[in-house]
């Protein structure tokens, strides 16, 4: 088994992969869009994305990503993030002037970069790529916030917050049914009418169905038009789901399952 994931060896999405499955080969890539490719292809038999982190909040390209491609959600991880500053061997805290890292992790450690003082924050495209570049470069002045597997410590901890969650989810060309699926996500765009989200949220709370996520993406080509991404605690072939879709049907331009599949062990 092969899965796809974001980012140079050692970032995040590889150990949410092995999460997953242990014993998996994973395939690195350079973009969330090379994931899709990677799968679409056969080159990998999942691909693996962060969705969300409990501070950051959401990965809207990935988000968007899901819409674009006809790849089925799968499978769902949470990983506990551990971010640490990383640098060359011999450096000292006080000499740091540059910290490289992806978006998500400078927004997690916001308040403790502040406090370093007059440090330069460069945003890239992954946390252990950040550390990969440190590394292969010759500068004592350069950090990176990344994982404890990414590169040799000399400051930990430096997240602003200690529980630190990130969701990802998986995705795959089969299109088989997850057996003990209790999660559910789906898209849907509005006709723009007074209380259309109102009505189309109610289709599930009054079957007593549970929303733990909802999320309003713009349609693109179609400016001030969006549409919602909802994850429900139930599986897309429970009777109940499939009733509230189809009321559901009644309110919408258009809806759409993304996937059915076993919610991450809270654990």
């Known amino acids: 088994m092969t899965i796809a994931f974001q980012g140079?060896?050692?970032?995040?999405?590889?150990?949410?992969?092995?999460?997953?499955?242990?014993?998996?080969d994973v395939l690195p890539c350079r973009s969330f869009e090379d994931v899709f490719t990677a799968v679409v292809s056969g080159r990998a038999l999942y691909g693996i994305l962060p969705m969300e982190n409990s501070v950051g909040g959401s990965?809207?390209?990935?988000?968007?990503?899901?819409?674009?491609?006809?790849?089925?959600?799968?499978?769902?991880?949470?990983?506990?993030?551990?971010?640490?500053?990383?640098?060359?061997?011999?450096?000292?805290?006080?000499?740091?002037?540059?910290?490289?890292?992806?978006?998500?992790?400078?927004?997690?450690?916001?308040?403790?970069?502040r406090s370093l003082g007059a440090v330069e924050i460069v945003a890239v495209y992954d946390t252990a790529g950040g550390a990969k570049m440190v590394a292969d470069g010759s500068r004592a002045d350069a950090g990176a916030v990344a994982s404890r597997r990414a590169a040799e410590l000399f400051a930990d901890g430096v997240q602003d917050y200690a529980s630190n969650l990130t969701r990802f989810v998986l995705i795959s060309r089969s299109l088989d049914s997850v057996a003990d699926a209790n999660k559910t996500s789906l898209v849907f765009a509005l006709k723009s009418k007074p209380g259309?989200?109102?009505?189309?949220?109610?289709?599930?709370?009054?079957?007593?169905?549970?929303?733990?996520?909802?999320?309003?993406?713009?349609?693109?080509?179609?400016?001030?038009?969006?549409?919602?991404?909802?994850?429900?605690?139930i599986s897309r072939h429970a009777l109940e789901y499939g009733r509230a879709v189809t009321q559901l049907g009644e309110f919408t331009q258009w809806v759409r399952t993304l996937g059915s599949y076993r919610a991450a062990d809270k654990r």
Not at 12 to 18: G, L, P, R, T, V
Not at 64 to 85: M, Q, R
Request: charge should be negative; include cysteine.
């Open 8 to 24: 140079e060896p050692g970032a995040y999405s590889e150990a949410a992969a092995h999460r997953f499955a242990p014993s998996a």
């Open 59 to 113: 990965i809207h390209r990935n988000y968007d990503l899901l819409v674009e491609h006809e790849l089925p959600i799968v499978g769902e991880v949470e990983l506990a993030v551990d971010h640490c500053l990383l640098g060359r061997p011999g450096a000292k805290l006080a000499d740091i002037r540059t910290v490289f890292s992806h978006p998500q992790a400078l927004a997690q450690c916001e308040e403790y970069l």
């Open 196 to 233: 259309a989200l109102f009505r189309a949220l109610s289709c599930f709370a009054l079957r007593d169905i549970n929303l733990t996520k909802l999320e309003s993406r713009p349609i693109r080509g179609r400016p001030w038009e969006y549409m919602f991404y909802v994850d429900v605690d």
